[in-house]
């Protein structure tokens, strides 16, 4: 981590326009603590922002259409930001046995195909990714144009039991920060954060915690990991508020509504991301804010709402497709629903990544 | 020592003592009970001002210093492509908890089956085809998908007889899989 540091500040000192301009938006930033009086609004909504489900190796080609798409959609006009999730596989490690928080050694499956199943890929080559997506956006159309804020979110999952453990949650919140930092170097507008499909069907809530603590505990102030799995709590409207050791998904799983609190908003770093792909998700996670209120004297606020409708119109087999949500629904119905002040920055659709046979191999 | 050294040092010092009151408010924040969603409020309004403030920046120096930073990572050599069927393997596919799979040929085409359950419905037994694309053996694109209707838990496959898979689920009973059709049907 220190040797990190060290070679950034060498080339902080290289570029001494571009040291002035992050700290001038540094002492801004001191200045606006003012608006800390003011409630946060829901912006007004635009068009859907898109997340994929990334494959490896995927042809540069299709990373770069995408890219350019999510800059110059229509979408691009709001005033809110742009949320792009790049979802990548189950959290393990290189090799099991695996405790460090090596960038090189711990990483997810990567949705690449290996004989059947999908094959490690380390934070290194997912951080490479993401930097190939930054450019493609940063410099679609050719030269820059200012164009709203982007949050790039790289995700992860619980899906192995077993594969998930609190030194790949801490080699995660590495990578995050180092992207994050390259991403505000070189351009403002920037901004990358760590994502946790956590599912309360795959790995046990003691494994998922650790997971989750390792990314939140290394974070530093104002870093956020967005949470957007189901929470399998029940999905009853008719239901009373959710107890604390109510369970939530299946059995053994060990998931309470307080479970799904502290991995969705209790940690310091997390913030909810809703998956509200139907009516049943919108009335869990409704009721979990309700809980966090109850319970811990805070409305929970969203940072985006998250919807499917791309995965399930390419690529159907997921339960959730029925009955669901189009983005602008789900944005405008956890907007309606939720107490508070919900914040609800924006929204963005989750689908797979477009393959074309074109281009380069990332 | 040159005025445009001592300037630099001057403003550098000055920035360095307001972006620490900046980090130290924003820790205030943090640690103080209930903050937390102004914390976030005061992120974005940041980053806001930052967006705003942001200048044109080159295409070509985006690219420069991009690729400055990427890991030196060797290129990627998938393992010999095998047949049959294989446990202990999970899906590049969201919403399966796997329980084993069959690869093979289908019409010329590279293919992976899943068998398991939907992750979100424990008992909902579901089948998921990925087609593997030829140039790289790697990416995949899902083919085609089957359900069990009556919901009595997680699908595993037996055996195959291409292009028949042997299918039996949780509670005991025993399918057939047709590759071609898609189509899961009790034996």
């Known amino acids: 981590m220190s040797q990190r540091r060290e070679g950034d500040a060498r080339t902080i000192g290289g570029d001494v326009r571009r040291f002035l301009l992050l700290a001038l938006v540094l002492v801004s930033a001191q200045a606006s603590l003012t608006y800390l009086a003011t409630p946060a609004n829901a912006y007004t909504l635009g068009h859907a922002n898109r997340s994929f489900y990334v494959y490896q190796p995927m042809p540069l080609a299709a990373l770069q259409a995408q890219a ?24 393990r490690a290189a090799n099991t046995g695996v405790t460090a928080a090596s960038t090189a050694e ?26 190939n997506f930054l450019e493609d956006w940063l410099t679609c159309g050719g030269n820059y144009d200012r164009v709203p804020k982007l949050h790039l979110i790289i995700g992860v999952s619980n899906d192995i039991p077993n594969g998930v453990s609190r030194a790949n949650g801490q080699a995660l919140q590495e990578i ?32 998922t915690l650790a997971e989750a603590q390792g990314f939140s505990d290394a974070a530093q102030t104002g870093d956020i990991y967005n949470y957007y799995g189901n929470n399998g709590c ?45 009516q049943s998700n919108l009335t869990q996670w409704t009721k979990i804010q309700q809980y966090s209120y109850t319970a811990h004297g805070l409305y929970m606020t969203f940072i985006a709402s998250l919807s499917e409708n791309d995965g399930c119109e390419n690529g159907t087999y997921d339960s959730t497709c029925a009955g669901r949500f189009s983005p602008d629904d789900t944005w405008s119905r956890l907007s309606s629903a939720v107490a508070g002040d919900p914040y609800i920055d924006g929204e963005t659709d989750i689908g797979p990544l477009p393959y074309v046979a074109a281009g380069g191999v990332i | 020592m040159k005025l445009k050294n001592k300037v630099f040092i001057t403003t550098a010092l000055g920035l360095l003592l307001a972006t620490a009151g900046t980090g130290l408010a924003l820790t205030s924040l943090a640690s103080s009970n209930g903050d937390k969603n102004q914390l976030l ?45 294989f446990e202990g393997v999970d899906a590049p596919v969201h919403g399966l908890k796997v329980t084993n799979a069959w690869q093979g040929v289908l019409s010329g085409v590279k293919v992976t089956a899943y068998a398991g359950v939907d992750s979100e419905d424990l008992k909902t037994g579901r089948i998921v085809i990925i087609s593997i694309d030829a140039p790289h053996e790697l990416a995949t694109l899902v083919e085609g998908y089957a359900v069990d209707p009556e919901a009595l838990g997680a699908l595993r496959f037996l055996s195959s007889d291409q292009p028949i898979l042997r299918v039996a689920r949780a509670d005991g009973a025993t399918f057939t899989f047709d590759l071609s059709t898609r189509t899961l049907t009790r034996s």
């Open chain 1, 106 to 131: 711990q990483g997810a499956t990567g949705y690449r195909k290996v004989n059947g199943s999908s094959a490690f890929m380390s934070y290194q080559e997912m951080a490479n990714i993401a930097v």
């Open chain 1, 68 to 91: 350019c798409a999510v800059k110059t959609g229509s979408q691009s006009t709001r005033s809110a930001g742009q949320y792009v999730i790049l979802q990548f596989g189950a959290a």
């Open chain 1, 176 to 207: 995050i920060q180092r992207l994050d930092f390259i991403g505000t170097l070189i351009d403002q507008t920037v901004f990358v954060e760590g994502g946790f499909d956590f599912e309360v069907g795959y790995a046990p809530y003691s494994q």
């Open chain 2, 41 to 85: 409020n005061a992120r974005e309004a940041a980053r806001d001002l930052a967006t705003a403030q942001a200048p044109a920046r080159d295409a070509n120096e985006i690219r420069k210093l991009l690729d400055s930073y990427k890991y030196p990572i060797p290129e990627y050599s998938p393992p010999p492509w095998t047949t049959g069927l």
């Open chain 1, 234 to 278: 029940a999905s009853s409207t008719s239901l009373p508020a959710y107890t604390a050791t109510q369970p939530c998904g299946p059995t053994g799983g060990g998931y309470t509504t307080e479970g799904i609190y502290t991995l969705a908003y209790g940690l310091r770093a997390a913030y909810p991301l809703p998956q509200v792909y139907n």
